[in-house]
C-alpha cells in the first residue's frame, strides 16, 4: 500500500510540474517585458516557487527524508540555457529544504541540488546542438545526484531501491516528456514568429511592408515628436525592368533595399511601400541633418555598383522627397513627401528636396485660394 502512496504522489508532482513547466514557459517566450533582467528575475522566482510547491507534495519518508521531483524545474531552465534563473531557482529549492528541519539530511539534498545545477550548466554546453540527447543527460544526471544523495541518507537497503526505482521510473520518463513539451513549446513559438515576421515583411527585400508602416506610423501625431518622412524612388526603374528583365529588376530592389538598411539606424522605419517606391521615418533631426542624411544615401546608390545576372553590373540613382514638422497627420507628411519627391523628379532626378512645415501651411493656402477663385 504505502508504494502505491508513493508512486501516485509522485504522480501527481508529476501533474504540478507540467502545469508550472507551462506557465513557465509562456513567461520565458513573452515579449512583454521591457527589461529583460526583470524577466530573468520573475522567471527564477517562479521556478523556484514551483520547485517548493513540489517538495511540499512530496513524500515524507521517514522523519527527516523528502523525495520529490523537485530537480524537473531545474532542468527545464538548463534546457532553455538561460543560466541566470537557474541560479535563482537553485538557491530557493536549496534553501526552502531546511524549512522542514535544519538536519544532516537537509544538508545533504542542499549540497545535492548544488551539483545538480552546476552539471547541468556543463551538460547544456556539451550537447548545446542535440536537443533530445541533451534532455537525457539533464534528467539523469539530476537524478543521479538524487540517488546519491538518498544512499547517504538512508544506505544501500532494499527500502532505499524500490524507492529509488519509483523515483528514476516516474522522474525520467516525466523530465523526458516534459523536454519534448518543452521542444514543442519553441517550435509553435518560432513558427508564430516566422508566421510574425512574413506578415509584417516585404517577401522581396526583406524591410517592412505598406501594413506596418501605416500601423507604426498611425500615432505620430500624438507623440508631439519631430519627425521625417523621406520618400525614395528608383530613378528609371521601368527602364531597368525593360531592358535587363523583372528578375534583375528584382536583384536591383533586394541591393537598394540592403543599403537603406546600412544607412539608417536601428530605431528608424525603413518599407518599401509599392514597386520602387520605399519610405523612411526618422526621427527628431533637423531639416539640414535629414537632409545630410538623404544626401548620403543618394550619393551612396549612385556610387554603387548593381550585381545583375547575366549582365554586366549597372549604376542607379535614386530621388527623395522629405517632408519635415511636428504634430502634422501622418498621411499630410506621406503627401508632401510625395510632392518633395515629384519635385525632385521634375527637376531632373538624381536630388533631394524637402518640404518642412511651414511649406505644408504654404501650400495648403495655396490651394485653398485657389479653390475659391475657382468657386
Partial sequence: MWKIMFIVELLINACIAFTGFYIISKVIHSTRFSSYPAKSIIIGLLTGLLGVLLMFKGIQVNESLRMDLRHLPLVLLAFYGIRFPLIIATLIIASSRFLFGVTPQAFVAFVAILAISA?????????????????????????????????????LSD????????????????????????????????????????????????????????????????????????????????????TYGHGNGDLVLQQFANILKQETRPHDITARIGGEEFMILVYDLSPQKVVKVANRIRERIATERFQLDGFPAIEITTSIGISHGKRIPIQRMNTLADDALYTAKQ?????????????????????SATETIRS
Fill in 159 to 242: 527500502a532505499a531501491l524500490r524507492l529509488l526505482l519509483s523515483t528514476w521510473t516516474i522522474g525520467l520518463a516525466v523530465g523526458i516528456l516534459s523536454s519534448l513539451l518543452t521542444l514543442d513549446f519553441q517550435t509553435l513559438n518560432r513558427q508564430v514568429e516566422l508566421y510574425k515576421k512574413s506578415a509584417e515583411l516585404d517577401h522581396l527585400t526583406g524591410l517592412y511592408n505598406r501594413r506596418v508602416w501605416d500601423a507604426r506610423t498611425a500615432v505620430l501625431e500624438q507623440e508631439g515628436r519631430i519627425y521625417n518622412v523621406l520618400a525614395l524612388d528608383i530613378d528609371h526603374f521601368k527602364h531597368v525592368n525593360d
Fill in 347 to 367: 527637376q531632373g532626378r538624381n536630388r533631394t528636396i524637402l518640404l518642412n512645415q511651414q511649406d505644408e501651411q504654404h501650400i495648403a493656402a495655396t490651394q
Fill in 119 to 155: 552539471g547541468m550548466i556543463f551538460i547544456h554546453r556539451t550537447f548545446l546542438n542535440r536537443p533530445f540527447r541533451q534532455n537525457v543527460a539533464l534528467n539523469v544526471w539530476a537524478l543521479s545526484m538524487v540517488t546519491i544523495a538518498v544512499l547517504i541518507n538512508l544506505g
